[in-house]
């Protein structure tokens, strides 16, 4: 039985997917997976062993400039190898307008979400059967709750296996002391950010506690942060750009992750390292890490979470008080912790 799924993007979205894989490949032992996935995320589907070909689509990059895409046929080119394969199921995992159209595009009976709990309800328009997944799940057990009404099986909500070949990422051993802990501090989101006066804090605290610390970077703001962060602290490194398979070979190096809301922490939980994730407008309970050794920490301030890209915080200023900084915390969410709170909390983590 083959199934083609559906799920283009984002990187998190895209790992919250895998465990809904492990489960349908442990109920039916003649299924096959071929995955359709962002361009620049196809190194993630291919870590799984139930993934047989994994179909790369570059929707972002054909928004950024369509008459151009369209005269080079690079749209019909993909929609004809995409047809080369007819499918038994075809799963659109992601229930947006444009997974919705990639799912027709493709041969074989398609399903996704109903439009009462899709994310964009008029993608069930596309669908030739549809489900109902409520909203008050995490998207983990969602996607997993969607894949087990279409393929008919029972899975337990208390195991959750990513299913990844660590000997597909990388060969060497995994030490089990390292003294690394990788500092994820970049993310799309403007009021995502937590201070960077509070990581270069948490730089100075985890390198007097004997850890060496590495940054990575995705882009030329993120980069100019990094090295901002690594400033006058030789316990850290900045790396060089990563692929996604180069820092998950990191993360399986490091004694565990602090991070923001983003993509790569949901990559840490799927690689099962000890994450401290700080969540200050987003809602952990449905969209957070999930997994084993997982910690959350999350705002006191009474507008979080408020799920919005940009702060709109009217209250009154909200300003550290360390002695050696003085500067005022934007945005307001993250002063709930402290740079020394957040580092005690993580030995705990990692050591616990």
Known sequence: ??????????????????????????ARKDVVFDWVVEENLVEVPGWHPAVDKV??????????????????R?????RQHLRTEHYDLVIDAQGLIKSGIISRMSKGLTIGLSNQTAREPLSSLFYNQSYS????????????????????????????????????????????????????????????HWPDAYWRRLGKIAAEAGFRILLPWGDEAEKQRAE?????????????KQTLSGLA????????????DT??????????????????????????TFGRRQLHLTSSIECAPC??????????????????????????????????????????LIHG
């Open 249 to 260: 070979r990191h993360m399986l190096k490091a004694e565990g992750v602090i991070s923001v």
């Open 133 to 192: 997944v409520p909203w008050n799940g995490h998207a983990v057990d969602r996607v997993r709750q969607l894949f087990s009404r279409a393929l008919n099986y029972r899975y337990s909500k208390q195991l959750v296996d990513y299913g990844i070949d660590v000997s597909r990422i990388s060969r060497e051993q995994t030490p089990r002391k390292s003294g690394l802990v990788l500092f994820l501090h970049g993310t799309t989101w403007d009021s995502k």
């Open 74 to 78: 690079e749209v019909r080119e993909f």
């Open 263 to 288: 993509g790569l922490g949901h990559l840490a939980a799927a690689l099962g390292k000890p994450a401290l994730t700080l969540y200050g407008p987003t809602n952990p309970d449905l969209t957070g």
């Open 55 to 72: 179909i790369p689509v570059s929707i972002r990059r054909w928004r950024r400039n369509p008459l151009k895409t369209w005269f080079n």
């Open 307 to 348: 799920m919005k890209k940009n702060c709109a915080y009217q209250g009154p200023p909200v300003f550290d008080s360390a002695p050696d900084v003085s500067f005022r915390v934007q945005p307001p969410c993250f002063a709930t912790y402290k740079p020394g709170q957040v580092w005690q909390r993580f030995e705990q």
């Open 1 to 26: 039985m083959r199934i083609l799924i559906v799920k283009v993007s984002s990187l998190g979205d895209v790992i919250h997917t895998l465990p809904a894989v492990t489960d349908a490949a442990n």
């Open 228 to 240: 901002m962060i690594a400033a006058d602290n030789g316990q850290v490194t900045v790396l060089e």
